[in-house]
């Protein structure tokens, strides 16, 4: 009896609490356990929608490291020129090594610094003196990569070259030859990737190579994307605003 009484006197508190708007109602909103479960998978799918790309990131960066050259090994075929891209003392002296063991008749050094003379890039090479006389052509104009692939096709188009051959860092390579793929599609490029400087193979355990190899694999992915959206690299937005004009000295090709 005294539990009815009480059961009683339960349901009448509830009833009496609701009727001051106290009370829980949940008829108007799903149960909370029913919720859970769609914000676990939606947490779930960014997580793994995160993991995969950087897993993608991650293989792609490998693949780019593991197909950059250790060694420096000599063209298997002569061109009509050579280009070496400025950023390292080794590029230019093994460019002038191939024109003078015959590789080449021609050599652009595109992105000379406008203070840099002829003769002081001459002294570095004292042997080949006679070589910047005839057949070194200088390039002032270019700042960046994208300058040195339209340098490179005013200076092919101008001697009507078929073929040239690359002369940059490994780890510079595949960047350049995208660049000059876009910009000269139908001249043959023979890389000749200069690996004195670093070794990709030893990104690991050494930070400095890290950092340089993976920036490069960046700037890689961002070129290939670009060069795939514009039509031209001397008339792309994208090389205006990265590559703005200086005011600099320009060395015309010596006479022949």
Not at 83 to 98: K, P, S, Y
Not at 204 to 220: D, G, I, L, R
Request: charged share 25%; net charge positive; proline share 5%.
């Amino acid at each position: 009896m005294t539990s009815r009484t009480q059961s009683s006197a339960t349901r009448n508190a509830m009833d009496h609490t609701e009727a001051l708007g106290w009370g829980w109602n949940n008829a108007g909103s799903p149960p909370l356990r029913a919720r859970r479960p769609w914000l676990k998978l939606g947490l779930l799918t960014g997580l793994y929608a995160v993991l995969t790309f950087l897993a993608i990131g991650f293989l792609g960066f490998l693949a780019f490291v593991y197909s950059l050259d250790r060694f420096e090994q000599k063209p298997e075929t002569r061109a009509d020129g050579i280009v070496a891209l400025t950023g390292g003392a080794q590029r230019i002296g093994d460019a002038i090594d191939l024109l003078a063991n015959g590789y080449a008749k021609r050599l652009l050094i595109s992105g000379v610094n406008e203070r840099t003379s002829r003769e002081e890039i001459s002294r570095l090479n004292p042997g080949q003196r006679r070589l910047f006389e005839c057949c070194v052509d200088l390039d002032y104009r270019a700042r960046n990569t994208i300058g040195n692939a339209i340098e490179t096709r005013r200076w092919a188009e101008r001697n009507r070259f078929d073929a040239i051959i690359v002369v940059t860092s490994n780890y510079h390579m595949p960047r350049t030859l995208v660049e000059l793929d876009h910009a000269l599609p139908n001249l043959q490029k023979i890389p000749y990737p200069v690996a004195a400087t670093i070794d990709p193979h030893d990104w690991w355990h050494n930070p400095t190579t890290a950092k340089v190899v993976a920036s490069e694999y960046v700037k890689f992915l961002l070129v290939w994307l670009r060069t795939r959206l514009e039509d031209d690299p001397e008339s792309s937005a994208v090389v205006h605003i990265i590559h703005q004009p200086v005011k600099q000295v320009v060395a015309e090709p010596q006479s022949r």
